[in-house]
């Protein structure tokens, strides 16, 4: 069977691009030919370019609705945005690096098809599958697609005979949102959430009508050695370490405030890459530019893990790390839902004396893989079931 997957894969985040990877990879293991549907909206593409426009950002600034507006309150927005535009130009040779990194490693890991940089693109020539299959990751999140929810994520596009089923979705809708998307939600095969939190509401939406199932993202899919396949060669760091790796958020000071506490306990360096990083004092020795090859690499060789970030935990869990979360404030029911559900749930915290205590205590893989391994096989089941 062919079959393409669309996503947020050229997002210059190693999450996004992992979770396609893994996904991409175990239907291939399960012996289909895969694609990624290579769609590269403009709206979103504009955030993961070396040099920015500021043209866009000024539009974009300038039609935000932000309560009794007016056009010179609009034009004084669209200013901001050209100058924030133009102002983004300084991280141009930290964003050309991390474009190489992220454009080698989709080079290397995926089969995308031709490009598509509008929705009308993708419904006039769309990709020849068996099956198309949207998630993981957001894609059902107005906030990331320019303000509504995207029909190319919705699977709104390809013959009508093509099935057409989701794979752990990432969902961040509210009822209005979720009203407006229901006569496309009834076109789907089958519905698969990564979170249990809307799956109450899309049951109603599509009024039990669809299948509809609760699966792991596509990162727990693969085994620890099927990723090395994907680490970076280099050695990236000599001597015992400390990595960080955030997602904006007032809980990153928690984290770095741990890792700092960490290191002064055991005299390792810290090691940060996350994204936009804030450095809060001079312990944090360095933040490091990295792509997905670079990631793995430091979190396979670090002694100790200390995170906020989804993926961070899932690529700290499967390559057994001792590790300890910081559970994001919006989004951190993603992290807890599922630490829980393999008996991990000793491994977050929400200040940085339980972060201590819980990185320090010792984990008990056997019965945590027991638990992974048995939502993996739920999942796998799954895809079998909508591959047949």
């Known amino acids: 069977m062919r079959i393409g997957i669309i996503t947020f894969h050229f997002a210059y985040n190693c999450g996004a691009l992992l979770q396609c990877v893994a996904l991409c990879n175990k239907l291939e293991q399960m012996g289909h030919e895969v694609c990624v549907i290579n769609y590269q909206p403009w709206y979103h593409k504009n955030r993961y370019i070396p040099i920015k426009n500021p043209l866009y950002f000024a539009l974009k600034r300038a039609k935000r609705r932000e309560g009794k507006d007016t056009i010179i309150k609009q034009g004084l927005r669209g200013i901001k945005g050209f100058a924030a535009g133009v102002y983004a130009w300084r991280h141009y040779p930290k964003l050309k690096k991390v474009d190489t990194y992220f454009s080698k490693f989709i080079d290397m890991s995926l089969k995308e098809t031709k490009v598509y940089r509008t929705y009308k693109q993708l419904v006039d020539n769309p990709p020849k ?6 998630g ?9 697609t320019d303000g509504k929810i995207d029909p190319a994520y919705l699977l709104e ?4 005979d093509i099935r057409r089923v989701t794979y752990a979705m990432g969902v961040s809708l509210d009822n209005s949102d979720i009203e407006k998307i229901k006569d496309s939600l009834m076109k789907l095969d089958a519905i698969s959430l990564r979170e249990e939190e809307y ?5 109603k939406a599509t009024d039990n009508k669809v299948p509809m199932h609760i699966d792991i993202d596509p990162t727990f899919l693969l085994k620890m050695e099927d990723y090395d396949k994907y680490i970076c060669e280099e050695k990236l760091c000599e001597e015992p370490f400390i990595f960080t790796y ?5 809980s990153r000071e928690k984290v770095y405030e741990t890792a700092m506490e960490l290191s002064k306990r055991h005299n390792m360096k810290i090691i940060d890459a996350s994204a936009n990083p804030k450095k809060p004092s001079e312990h944090l020795e360095e933040h490091r530019i990295c792509g997905p090859s670079q990631f793995l690499w430091y979190i396979k060789n670090a002694d100790y ?4 970030s989804f993926h961070g935990t899932a690529f700290s869990v499967n390559m057994k790390k001792k590790f300890v979360t910081i559970p994001h404030s919006h989004t951190g029911y993603r992290v807890t839902e599922i630490l829980v559900k393999i008996g991990l749930s000793n491994r977050y915290a929400y200040n ?3 972060a201590i205590e819980c990185i320090n205590k010792e984990i008990e893989w056997g019965k945590s893989d027991e638990l992974l391994d048995e939502l993996r096989r739920e999942s796998i089941n799954y895809l079998e079931s909508q591959t047949r």
């Open 129 to 134: 599958c068996d099956l198309y299959i949207s």
């Open 305 to 308: 893990i200390v995170t906020n």
């Open 352 to 354: 940085v004396d339980d």
């Open 136 to 144: 993981s990751d957001q894609l059902w999140n107005p906030k990331l």
């Open 157 to 160: 596009f390809g013959d009508k």
């Open 246 to 250: 955030t997602m904006m958020d007032k």
């Open 199 to 203: 799956y109450e509401e899309i049951i």
